[in-house]
């Protein structure tokens, strides 16, 4: 008796390994070796540091994000990527443009009347993804580069209305910056895939805003601000890739 159970217990074993092992191969035929994909997602951009600023203004907490991304999987283990996508969300105007001290001009007309467009900011990436292939989830860790518009930026003349000072304004918010994030892929077919990912991007240059004060020809005091949190921004998406050619 005691024999029989264990030719059941082992045969039990070995059926079920058996399972396992066409399961894994069956998901491998799935999750292809070497690929071109394209990503077509939606998201969140969140901000967690506040920018709040005389010379900058400042960002909201949360926005929302699009993104087209494009993927090569030109090894077993490594793939490279690109994309393009924006962030939507609208920043409030530094206090040293409020219309109160230097009066109405062109230029805020114009932002009064386009003011939508400008929540639109562009971002660019490219960089490398490390695969981890469990059954149908392909887990890619990736590290790259990024050009992201926090703030479209101004390069104004302003004339303080109280004492007739002249003030030379310039603020500079689409920088460079590095990505660190992780990506999930959970294959459907051989030809698509659920993508899901989260990403961190801090600024590698500091975007700025600063004020140069005249009184007529006469420079009297220049102030600079430099924020690394307007650059700092928190990233979840959710989406869908297409496969559309295998190498």
């Not at 949360?62 to 994309?83: E, H, I, K, S």
Request: net charge positive; charged share 20%.
């Amino acid at each position: 008796m005691r024999n029989t159970c264990r030719f059941v217990f082992l045969a039990c074993t070995l059926f079920c390994a058996h399972l396992s092992i066409a399961q894994s191969r069956a998901d491998e035929k799935i999750v292809t070796g070497k690929y071109w994909s394209v990503d077509l997602g939606v998201g969140m951009v969140m901000m967690p540091h506040s920018t709040a600023s005389s010379l900058i203004g400042k960002r909201p907490s949360a926005g929302f994000q699009q993104r087209f991304g494009l993927n090569y999987a030109f090894a077993t283990q490594w793939a490279a990527y690109a994309g393009f996508g924006y962030n939507y969300y609208g920043n409030r105007r530094p206090e040293i443009l409020d219309p109160a001290s230097i009066g109405i001009h062109g230029e805020d007309i114009l932002e009064g009347l386009f003011g939508k467009f400008e929540n639109i900011k562009p971002t660019f990436d490219a960089g490398m993804m490390y695969r981890f292939r469990v059954r149908k989830w392909e887990i890619l860790p990736k590290l790259g580069l990024s050009y992201t518009v926090n703030d479209w930026g101004r390069d104004r003349q302003l004339t303080l209305k109280e004492n007739g000072l002249k003030i030379q304004y310039r603020m500079k918010a689409a920088v460079l910056g590095m990505q660190l994030g992780l990506n999930s892929h959970y294959w459907v077919s051989q030809r698509g895939y659920l993508h899901f990912g989260v990403l961190a991007e801090h600024p590698l240059q500091k975007p700025y805003g600063e004020a140069t004060y005249y009184r007529g020809a006469e420079q009297m005091t220049s102030t600079k601000v430099k924020s690394t949190a307007l650059g700092q921004n928190l990233y979840a998406q959710i989406g869908y890739g297409f496969v559309f050619g295998e190498s």
